[in-house]
């Protein structure tokens, strides 16, 4: 069966970032480095590999260096260009005019407001939701594994992955129905359950391919966990009427948004950098004494 390709990943971006304070005062916390990339370069380059082309930012008050990071850096690149200097390292912040999408939402009412907050953009068709701060690393990526899940099963899909049982409250939960492959029957879903209400230990992480109907349902949907509107409620409502899979990454997530999941990044992937992973061994050998 023929599916709409999906062509538009939307990035929310507008959330306040209180986890990171005082850093994250006047710099997005999308714009924190692993290393020398930060987190929404990631995520573009992830949807980028999936084939997905338009990106919608959803951005709040004082994220405009989000935009700035993927604009032609005008004195920058004049200066370099004459000193000589490689600026194929830029490379990834190139767009083609009209590519990059910009819409505001400008109370954090929460993520599913801020995907509502595109709506208009994201019009009749399928679309994909990107959170930056959940940093995903396989091969192929994650939207990619879930695009190839998207064309065998269509519907709406969401990537999870397992935690340990008593860490479930902190995250949005499925309640697992039929499991073939890495495919997994969506049927429920709660956001921070209490451990002993979660129906499982599989946690949404931050990856959703999802039909443009959810934004009807986020039109009338009310506050949830938090005081805020979750997707996760509209995307529950929504199970029954349309197909919903759960697709297992095949990779590692790192949650960026916590301090030592920002930690653990860092470290992980300067490890493994050829540049640099030697070195970044003995000075971790060396800070543990061993
Ligand atoms: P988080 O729950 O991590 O919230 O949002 P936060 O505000 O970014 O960080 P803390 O908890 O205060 O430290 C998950 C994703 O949803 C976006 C965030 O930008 C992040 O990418 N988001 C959240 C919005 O765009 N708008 C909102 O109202 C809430």
């Not at 939701?129 to 990526?141: F, K, S, T």
């Not at 986020?218 to 509107?229: D, F, R, S, V």
């Amino acid at each position: 069966m023929s599916r709409k390709p999906i062509r538009k990943a939307v990035f929310p971006v507008a959330g306040l970032g209180t986890r990171f304070l005082p850093a994250t005062k006047a710099i997005p916390k999308e714009l924190l480095p692993i290393v020398d990339r930060p987190l929404i370069q990631y995520a573009v380059d992830e949807a980028r590999e999936a084939g997905i082309e338009q990106m919608i930012f959803v951005t709040g008050r004082g994220k405009t260096a989000l935009i700035e990071n993927f604009d032609i850096a005008f004195e920058l690149e004049a200066t370099m260009a004459e000193r000589g200097k490689d600026l194929s390292v830029l490379e990834p912040t190139r767009f083609t005019p009209g590519d990059l999408i910009s819409v505001r939402q400008q109370v954090p009412m929460g993520l599913g407001h801020a995907i509502w907050c595109a709506r208009a953009i994201v019009g009749d068709e399928p679309f994909a939701i990107l959170l930056p701060d959940e940093l995903m690393v396989g091969e192929p990526g994650c939207m990619a594994q879930m695009v190839e899940a998207y064309h065998e099963v269509g519907g709406n899909l969401i990537s999870v992955l397992e935690v340990p049982h008593e860490e479930v409250s902190s995250y949005g939960v499925i309640d697992p129905g039929a499991a073939n492959g890495a495919l997994t029957e969506v049927k429920g879903l709660v956001e921070k359950p209490p451990v002993d209400q979660a129906p499982s230990n599989k946690i949404v992480s931050g990856r959703y391919i999802l039909q443009p109907e959810v934004m009807r349902t986020l039109e009338t949907q009310g506050k949830g966990a938090g005081g805020e509107i979750q997707l996760t409620d509209a995307m529950a409502k929504m199970i029954g009427s349309q197909p919903f899979h759960a697709v297992t990454f095949e990779g590692r997530r790192f949650d960026c948004g916590s301090k030592t999941g920002f930690v653990e990044a860092t470290l992980a992937l300067a490890l493994e950098r050829d540049d640099m992973g030697k070195e970044v061994r003995r000075i971790a050998e060396r800070l543990l004494g061993r």
